[in-house]
């Protein structure tokens, strides 16, 4: 039988774990829109991540999935064994599936 049970990882944490397990991609999520000529202001990661996506749809799944690689692999969450996940204001929303 299977039990699914929630987990928030949080902007703070999430961009922690992407700056250092890939920073590569890190400094691609801040610079975007920059490198894009578009608004920066203070935007928060969720409104970041969001605009990022309104231009570039690839560039947000690509970063979708670095930030979900970097949060495995910094809190050692078995990749293979998230079942779904959720972006919001808060942070990353993951659903853990456990046997």
């Known amino acids: 039988m299977h039990s699914q049970s929630q987990r928030l990882i949080s902007w703070s944490d999430s961009i922690n774990a992407l700056e250092l ?5 890190f400094n691609y999520f801040y610079h975007f ?7 920066e202001g203070d935007l928060s990661p969720f409104e970041r991540l969001t605009g990022i996506g309104d231009h570039c749809e690839s560039a947000l799944d690509t970063l979708t999935e670095d930030f979900l690689g970097a949060i495995a692999d910094h809190f050692s ?10 972006v919001s204001e808060e942070g990353f929303h993951l659903s853990d599936l456990h046997s």
Not at 77 to 86: E, H, L, R, V
Request: glycine share 4%; net charge neutral.
């Open 33 to 39: 829109h920059s490198m894009h000529g578009l608004r």
């Open 77 to 86: 969450i078995d990749k293979s064994n998230m079942d779904s996940y959720c």
């Open 21 to 25: 397990v890939n920073p590569i991609a």
